[in-house]
Structures are given as C-alpha cells and as structure tokens.
C-alpha cells in the first residue's frame, strides 16, 4: 500500500501530475507554433547576450520540424507514464466504473499514433508548421507529405477531443491531494474491493471512513490470539465471518 500511495502521488502533484501532462499536451497540440516562435526569441536573447551581431545572424536554431518532435515526446512520455500508474494502482473498481482504462487506451492510441506521423522521413517543417499554425490543409504540399497530412489532422483533432474529455472526466472525480498521502492511502483503502492484511494491523481501518464490508476471512485463524481476532471483527457494520484453521 505505501508503494502504491507514492506511485499515485507523482500522478497528483502539480507540477509533475495528471493536470499538468494533460494541460501540457493540450496546449502542444493547440498552440504548438506560438511555442516555437517563444522558443526562438528565447534563444535569440540567450545568443545576443552572448555574441556579436555578425555571429547572431549566423546561428541556427531548430528547425520547427525538430521543436515539435522534441516537444512531443518530452510531453508525451510523462503523460503516458502518468496514466500507466493510473491503470496499474487506482484501485480496479474505481476504474471500471468511470470508464477510465478505455479513455486511456484511446488516448495512447491515438498518441503512438501522432508519433509515428510526426517521425515520419516525409514530414515537411515548412508544411508541417503552416498546418498546424492555420489548422487546415496546406495548398500544394508536396506529394511525399500528403497521406501524412490527410492522417495527422483528423488524429490531431480526435486527441484532442479525448484529452479534455479526460480532464473534464478526472475534474470531475474526487481524487486525493498530493500535499496528504494520508489521504491517497484512505482512497485507496475506500475505494478497494478487496483489503488484504493482518489481523493486527486492521486496526487501520476502523480510522477509515468506508462502506461496511460484506465479508471479513480471517486465515490460519486457529493460531490467532482471540484478542486479536477481535481487531477486524469490530470493524462497524460487518456482515459476514469466516474462519479458516486447521488446529
């Protein structure tokens, strides 16, 4: 459990979790030229403050080619990551019931997708750039690039679609602060279908504000203290005990 809360915790926080991998790539996808241009006039600054007028002019920055694969993929890796840990540790009845694996599935499709569009050798930077800054299809592209361009925007737009449904839906949920693990570790607890532990350390749960377990299995209860035993069959609305020993 304590692994579990401090791999959730890097999904939560704000600088490194779900919101910001999702607003990241939201704004890549919708704004990616203005980024590009921002990162140009940057790196003008840093070369003037470091060289003459004549060496200025003859730097070369990326290409918008190279900006965009770049910041696809340093945006696209922690977003996947984000929502493998999702997947893997939010408990399995939360995530069935909102619908959030297919979500998620989805979206990873459609980004492998856009990254096998981005890398291809065909990709023009020029057209590329004009596509994505008016948001529609480039006149004359070059023939090389125009079943990438015919695929790259209908992906786009649909990524896009998926990542603020997504936002919306995780908006919408009660998950826990990042500043509490103390509360991860409650929701997780809360939202569980099954709780695996001692009989000691089921003491935890009477803290835990839940629904009434439907069933407690105590095993190898026969080499259990009665006081211990106690512990988990005092938890507040307990329905059914069973027993399991073998002495």
């Not at 297919?102 to 990254?115: F, I, K, R």
């Not at 596509?131 to 209908?154: A, G, M, Q, Y």
Request: hydrophobic share 40%; with cysteine; proline share 3%.
């Amino acid at each position: 459990l304590d692994y579990r809360v401090e791999r959730l915790a890097e999904c939560l926080g704000p600088l490194t979790g779900w919101k910001h991998c999702l607003t990241s790539m939201i704004y890549f996808l919708e704004d990616c030229v203005s980024q590009y241009h921002i990162f140009v006039e940057n790196e003008l600054i840093k070369a003037k403050e470091h060289r003459d007028e004549d060496e200025v002019r003859e730097v070369e920055f990326k290409s918008f080619l190279e900006f965009a694969r770049a910041r696809f993929k340093s945006t696209a890796s922690p977003l996947r990551k984000c929502f493998f840990i999702f997947c893997t540790h939010l408990p399995k009845r939360f995530v069935l019931e909102h619908n959030f694996q297919n979500m998620v599935s989805q979206l990873v499709h459609l980004l492998d997708s856009l990254e096998s569009l981005l890398f291809q050798d065909n990709v023009v930077s020029e057209e590329l750039e004009e596509l994505l800054s008016h948001h529609k299809i480039v006149e004359d592209p070059s023939e090389s690039f125009v079943n990438t361009l015919l695929l790259l925007c209908p992906r786009r737009r649909k990524c896009l679609s998926v990542l603020k449904t997504l936002r919306h839906s995780l908006e919408e949920l009660d998950l826990p602060s990042v500043m509490n693990k103390g509360s991860i570790m409650e929701f997780c607890i809360q939202t569980a279908s099954l709780i695996f532990c001692t009989a000691s350390s089921s003491y935890k749960l009477h803290s835990v504000k839940m629904e009434p377990l439907n069933m407690l299995v105590i095993d190898e209860a026969a080499q259990l203290k009665e006081c211990e035993s106690i512990i988990p069959l005092q938890l507040t609305g307990m329905r059914h005990a069973i027993l399991i020993g073998d002495e």
